[in-house]
Antibody
Framework: EVQLVESGGGLVQPGGSLRLSCAAS????????MQWVRQVPGKGLMWVSQ????????YYADSVKGRFTVSRDNSKNMLYLQMNRLRVDDTAVYYC??????????????WGQGTLVTVSS | QSVLTQPPSASATPGQRVTISCSGS????????VMWYQQFPGTAPKLLIF???QRPSGVPDRFSGSKSGTSASLAISGLRSEDEADYYC???????????FGGGTKLTVL
């Protein structure tokens, strides 16, 4: 069974830093793209970043470029999002999600339960 | 302002068919596959449609997706009360080099 479990969210002051983690299991983590998507409570989804299987290719939304860094540790099946120079408008639930996985012939993606990041003084 | 444009709301009565549109451009929908998600309050999004019109197993065939040019649509037939949720389209944007989501459509089953 595929599981994605985020952690690391919390309250941080503007300008501060936070590192989110996502523990993956149930699939070949190192072979798959992974992404971070966020959602302000009551608002829509916003893609934040994604990284390929070996970490050599990364993409970021313009609003986080230069402040956030996505990385992964395939030996631990872990995905990370280092968030620096946080702003109030970074407040959101952050989801870790897989790319389309084909397990048992059934393509689908998988999402974690989300972790809330609140940026406030 | 989302790159992909969806109507903010839609409504219909049980048993009816409803269609949710998603309008984009040549750099996103026009050149990439579209996915559709369903989301209930307080939960993670669930994939309904991938590669424009394919359903993961377990998704009822009442849900169907289509794409034409720079627009895509999600149709739900035989509407049920449990379909009341938020729906999002998503695709890759070649110009932005990033994934983009529609603003979401809140579906109300009257």
């Amino acid at each position: 069974e595929v599981q994605l479990v985020e952690s690391g969210g919390g309250l941080v002051q503007p300008g501060g830093s936070l590192r989110l983690s996502c523990a993956a299991s149930g699939f070949t983590f190192s072979s798959n793209w992974m992404q971070w998507v966020r959602q302000v409570p009551g608002k829509g989804l916003m893609w934040v970043s994604q990284i390929n299987g070996d970490g050599s290719s990364v993409y970021y939304a313009d609003s986080v470029k230069g402040r956030f860094t996505v990385s992964r540790d395939n030996s631990k099946n872990m995905l990370y999002l280092q968030m620096n120079r946080l702003r109030v408008d970074d407040t959101a639930v952050y989801y870790c999600a897989s790319d389309l996985l084909i397990l048992g012939g059934d393509p689908r993606d998988y999402w974690g339960q989300g972790t809330l990041v609140t940026v406030s003084s | 302002q989302s790159v992909l444009t969806q109507p903010p709301s839609a409504s219909a009565t049980p048993g009816q068919r409803v269609t949710i549109s998603c309008s984009g451009s040549a750099s996103n929908i026009g050149s990439n596959y579209v996915m559709w998600y369903q989301q209930f309050p307080g939960t993670a999004p669930k994939l309904l449609i991938f590669t424009n019109n394919q359903r993961p197993s377990g998704v009822p065939d009442r849900f169907s997706g289509s794409k034409s040019g720079t627009s895509a649509s999600l149709a739900i037939s035989g509407l049920r009360s449990e379909d009341e949720a938020d729906y999002y389209c998503a695709t890759w944007d070649d110009g932005l080099s990033g994934r983009v989501f529609g603003g979401g459509t809140k579906l109300t089953v009257l």
